[in-house]
């Protein structure tokens, strides 16, 4: 079946540095792509996607290009911030409605 | 406008005994969904409601899961009898559509002891 596969953490960085956070996937189909962060105490939102090869998902700085050819998802960000620190989780749609998630990613930036 | 909200936000309790997790959906949105995060793994589906009815319940892990919508509107799934496995963090999601972004709640660490 459908899985995903992402790094696991936790990832420590110091503030300003370069992100990232590797993720690949399987699938038989053409899935949407998504990357989800979870805050301290909060709930899963929904950070970027990607619906189709090459598409380039982005928001707060963070970009994850949507690469067929290696079944990857990797989520970049150039200068992170302490206000970053957080679980990111990698997911996949095959054109329904569940989610299928890798299992998440702590990172933590440090001043 | 308020975000899926759930209860509790931590519930311990003994192997055996039952728990009760709700979940309230953002007002309108049809499509309610359970998921789950064992042991820190990944986040596994274990249903879907559309209104009341369940579409999709392929996740759930044995009968001693039960998942109620009553009247399409918040949600409830109750362990009995809860066993260690079943600790990790329940969260909760609603969609206006099946096919459009869902938007989770903080989620419920149950714990198991």
């Known amino acids: 079946g459908d899985s995903v596969t992402q790094m696991e953490g936790p990832v420590t960085l110091s503030e300003e540095a370069f992100l990232t956070i590797n993720c690949t996937y399987t699938?038989?189909?053409?899935?949407?792509l998504f990357w989800y962060v979870q805050y301290p105490g909060e709930g899963l939102q929904l950070l970027l996607k990607?619906?189709?090869?090459?598409d380039k998902g982005s928001n707060k700085g963070f970009e994850a290009t949507y690469r067929k050819e290696t079944t990857s998802f990797h989520l970049e960000k150039g200068s992170v911030q302490v206000s970053d620190s957080a679980v990111y989780f990698c997911?996949?749609?095959?054109?329904?409605?569940?989610?299928?998630f890798g299992s998440g990613t702590r990172l933590l930036v440090r001043p | 406008e308020a975000g899926v909200t759930q209860f509790p936000s931590h519930s311990v309790i003994e192997k055996g005994q039952t728990v009760t997790l709700r979940c309230d959906p953002i007002?309108?949105?049809?499509?309610l969904y359970w998921y789950r995060r064992v042991m820190g793994k990944e986040i596994k589906f274990l249903l879907h409601?559309?209104?009341?009815?369940?579409?999709?319940e392929s996740g759930m892990p044995n009968n001693r899961f039960l998942a109620e919508r009553t009247g399409g509107t918040y949600s409830t799934l109750k362990v009995q009898p809860a066993e260690l496995e079943d600790s990790g963090v329940y969260f909760c999601?609603?969609?206006?559509?099946?096919?459009?972004?869902?938007?989770f709640g903080p989620g419920t660490r149950l714990t198991v002891l």
């Open positions: 999601a609603s969609s206006q559509e099946w096919e459009t972004e869902q938007f």
């Open positions: 699938a038989t189909g053409y899935p949407s």
């Open positions: 990607a619906t189709k090869a090459d």
């Open positions: 997911a996949l749609s095959d054109s329904s409605y569940k989610l299928i």
């Open positions: 007002s309108g949105h049809d499509n």
């Open positions: 409601f559309v209104k009341e009815s369940k579409q999709d």
